[in-house]
């Protein structure tokens, strides 16, 4: 599997971004079940959970900083995932990673449960 994140950029404080994360080498369908997050990492600091949706997209869970302003989605038709950031922050800035655990449906799933990353996409938010 193959993931591939995009959408990162510089945006002034307020604004939004779109980030992308378009999976390869192995569909989706052929699992009963996986999660998949995005988590980001600032200079200096751990990698943090940001957020997580089921394969079936009824299940969500987000990390208690970006509730209310980052909304994740799925496409499976497109095996690609997404997460909208408004009202980003400055303290948003990091890089962001998507990632993959295959045979679960647990959304709560730490880092060191997930099975596959991408590369990771910049995101910088100025004041």
């Known amino acids: 599997v193959q993931l591939q994140a995009s959408g990162g950029g510089l945006v002034q404080a307020g604004g939004s971004l779109r980030l992308s994360c378009a999976a390869s080498?192995?569909?989706?369908?052929?699992?009963?079940?996986?999660?998949m997050g995005w988590f980001r990492q600032a200079p200096g600091k751990e990698r943090d959970f940001v957020a997580a949706?089921?394969?079936?997209?009824?299940?969500?869970y987000y990390a208690d900083s970006v509730k209310g302003r980052f909304t994740i989605s799925r496409d499976n038709a497109k095996n690609t995932v997404y997460l909208q950031m408004n009202s980003l922050k400055p303290a948003d800035t990091a890089v962001y990673y998507c990632?993959?655990?295959?045979?679960?449906?647990?959304?709560?799933?730490?880092?060191?449960?997930?099975?596959?990353w991408g590369q990771g996409t910049q995101v910088t938010v100025s004041s």
């Open positions: 949706i089921s394969w079936s997209g009824d299940s969500t």
């Open positions: 080498g192995r569909t989706f369908g052929s699992f009963s079940s996986y999660v």
């Open positions: 990632a993959v655990v295959f045979g679960t449906n647990r959304v709560e799933a730490g880092p060191y449960d997930y099975d596959y």
